[in-house]
């Protein structure tokens, strides 16, 4: 039976999987977002999150914890000053667990995890959306004729460029 046995061990001794998803942790939280199994990311994202939580309120207790799980002072600074005022308003879930598929050599499932208020490109900001008009006016067309006639003497101007350069 399975009671009581909340973590994957990963195949790995304890003191391995310890110096893994601490070096992985690192990697997260300097480069934001890494490459990585499926398996190894759900671990990570139950090793990194308490941190994570742990990194909002700045005292000298809470870098000591930290600091004894991560052991590089870089990260420990990261967190503390980037990562945290990024995420200080939100009250979990600082990473997302993306699935890409499977690697070709074994079939193991590949994903990569990142911290979510730092991809931009998932970010839930209101692009401002340009105001639609029924047909175009004057000012519309103007604008059309300038860049058509400025588009020529651009050309023109890297043309004469580089025969003078050689």
Do not use: W
């Not at 998803?21 to 990585?36: D, E, F, G, Q, V």
């Not at 998932?122 to 008009?133: C, Y």
């Amino acid at each position: 039976m399975r009671h009581n046995k909340k973590f994957n061990h990963l195949s790995r001794t304890a003191s391995h999987r310890n110096a893994m998803l601490a070096n992985m942790a690192i990697s997260l939280i300097m480069h934001k977002r890494i490459t990585t199994t499926l398996a190894k990311a759900k671990a990570l994202k139950k090793y990194v999150e308490p941190m994570i939580t742990r990194s909002k309120e700045d005292t000298t207790n809470s870098r000591r914890v930290v600091f004894r799980n991560l052991q590089n002072k870089f990260a420990v600074t990261e967190l503390f000053k980037e990562v945290s005022a990024k995420v200080a308003d939100r009250p979990g879930g600082y990473t997302r667990i993306i699935k890409l598929g499977s690697r070709q050599g074994d079939a193991a499932s590949i994903c990569f995890i990142e911290l979510v208020d730092y991809d931009e490109n998932m970010a839930k900001t209101n692009k401002p959306v340009a105001k639609k008009t029924r047909r175009a006016g004057k000012k519309a067309t103007a604008k059309v004729e300038e860049t058509v006639v400025e588009a020529p003497k651009a050309e023109e101007a890297k043309t004469e460029e580089a025969p003078k350069a050689e």
